[in-house]
């Protein structure tokens, strides 16, 4: 059976997709809608028989998708979840899933009462070091969690504005979030401090903070900090470092590091976890079997309200407990 696909929004990570896709048998690359159509048109003309889209609509009615790609900026969420769970086709979003708490659940809320396959774009939770550090923390007490996400700021135009991304811990840090949630478990207090130092001078129309710390008290006693910046002129840190009765994890995006009394092993990371997540939603569009999907938007929106209220805390200066 030959799946058909379709994308709203044809940027950056849109074609990071497209690369993998292309390689997979039995699918056929559609449709394709952005709000500029010269992206959707450049993109459906590397594909036989593809179609650029002008209108949202259009391509849903139009096009018989068996699933569609959602790509678009933070801030551009909504409508697109709305018209596909109005139709049932089944979609694997990007995150984060919005810039607020209130769009993000009146869909997840749509999605439930719909039975609707999702999946969401949390890669991290693909890559092998993933999956062995969830089987080492199964033998070991986890206390705490120290998380980052150093590096510079990426240069699309909406990712600046706070009304556009939602701000770094929104945007990129909501990645390790995620990540310390699949691992630790769930998160019950949140407390932020962010500010703006550098990037409001070197990068005309910046209002995001660039740097932010955000402690966490997770339900089962674990404590954890995340901070980020985008402040830097080059990569640091990105990552998450759990410290157990045994040692410490270190995960980041190329391997584990595992440091125990017998010395510091690494795990690399081989697979491509991009692939691994878009097989993973190709698999349930086909069977059924959503068992492979690491991460679906009923599960995403408690990532996604923990990187709201780390916002929240910041603007209050007051911690929040989440429920
Ligand atoms: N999982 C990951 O590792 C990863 C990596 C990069 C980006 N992302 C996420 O993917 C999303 C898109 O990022 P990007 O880097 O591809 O951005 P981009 O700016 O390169 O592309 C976004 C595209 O969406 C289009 N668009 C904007 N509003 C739209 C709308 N309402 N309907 C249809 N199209 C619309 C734009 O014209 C643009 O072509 C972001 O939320 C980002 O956080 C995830």
Redesign the pocket.
């Known amino acids: 059976m030959t799946l058909k696909l379709g994308f709203?929004?044809?940027?950056?990570?849109?074609h990071?997709h497209v690369k993998n896709l292309v390689q997979m048998e039995g699918v056929a690359l559609s449709a394709f809608?952005?709000?500029?159509i010269q992206?959707a048109q450049q993109a459906a003309s590397e594909h036989n028989g593809a179609k650029a889209f002008s209108n949202?609509n259009e391509m849903l009615d139009g096009s018989d998708l068996d699933g569609v790609y959602v790509?678009?900026?933070?801030m551009?969420h909504g409508?697109?979840e709305y018209q596909l769970v109005e139709r049932g086709i089944p979609f694997l979003v990007?995150?984060?899933l919005g810039i607020n708490r209130e769009v993000p659940l009146s869909i997840g809320e749509k999605i439930k009462s719909n039975n609707l396959i999702t999946s969401v774009?949390?890669?991290w939770r693909y890559n092998e070091s993933a999956s062995l550090a969830k089987q080492l923390l199964a033998n070991s007490k986890p206390g705490m969690a120290l998380g980052y996400w150093m590096g510079g700021m990426?240069m699309?135009p909406?990712w600046r504005v706070q009304a556009g991304?939602g701000g770094q811990f929104v945007?990129?840090t909501t990645?390790i979030v995620d990540l310390l949630r699949y691992l630790c478990g769930e998160v019950q207090e949140v407390y932020a401090a962010y500010s703006l130092q550098v990037m409001g001078e070197q990068v005309e129309g910046t209002d995001v903070p660039d740097v932010g710390t955000v402690t966490l008290k997770l339900k089962n006693g674990m404590v954890a900090t995340i901070s980020n910046t985008c402040l830097l002129p080059i990569g640091h840190h990105t990552g998450l470092d759990i410290y157990t009765s045994n040692g410490v994890l270190e995960l980041r995006s190329d391997a584990l590091r595992e440091l125990t009394t017998a010395g510091t092993t690494v795990h690399p990371n081989v697979a491509n976890p991009?692939y691994i997540e878009d097989e993973a939603f190709l698999h349930a569009l086909r069977t059924g079997d959503t068992s492979q999907i690491l991460s679906n938007y009923e599960d995403s929106l408690k990532t996604h309200e923990i990187t709201i209220a780390a916002n929240e805390s910041a603007a209050s200066g007051k911690a929040i407990l989440l429920s």
């Open positions: 709203i929004g044809t940027g950056g990570i849109a990071h809608y952005d709000v500029d992206r949202l790509c678009v900026p933070p551009a409508d697109a990007e995150k984060p774009g949390y890669h990426p699309v909406w991304s945007e990129q990645h991009y």
